[in-house]
């Protein structure tokens, strides 16, 4: 049962990897841009790259509540697969 759950909820725990794997991405390539303005003193340009990294993440991250209805759904039936199983097989 626990395999099952692991592998049918996967799919929530990737987008998270994938969405900050994404932002990382962006923070490199970013990273010169960044410091330069740092050095001059231009908030006002650190702020808006910072703001692009965080954009990037964001756009690919599912909502919270689609995950939780998606994990609800998941451990209901997996649940109802288990108690079937315990039924089905008291006999024998």
């Given at each position: 049962?626990?395999?099952?759950?692991?592998?049918s909820t996967s799919f929530i725990w990737?987008?998270?990897d994938k969405a900050q794997e994404a932002r990382l991405?962006?923070?490199?390539?970013?990273?010169?841009?960044?410091m330069q303005a740092a050095k001059d003193g231009d908030m006002s340009v650190v702020r808006e790259l910072l703001k692009q990294v965080e954009d990037n993440g964001?756009?690919?991250?599912?909502?919270?509540f689609v995950i939780n209805?998606?994990?609800?759904?998941?451990?209901?039936?997996?649940?109802?697969?288990?108690?079937?199983?315990?039924?089905?097989?008291?006999?024998?």
């Open positions: 049962m626990g395999i099952l759950l692991w592998r990737t987008s998270k991405h962006t923070l490199a390539k970013l990273e010169s841009r960044i964001k756009e690919k991250q599912p909502s919270r209805i998606a994990a609800s759904i998941v451990i209901t039936c997996s649940l109802g697969i288990a108690v079937l199983a315990f039924f089905l097989t008291t006999n024998g």
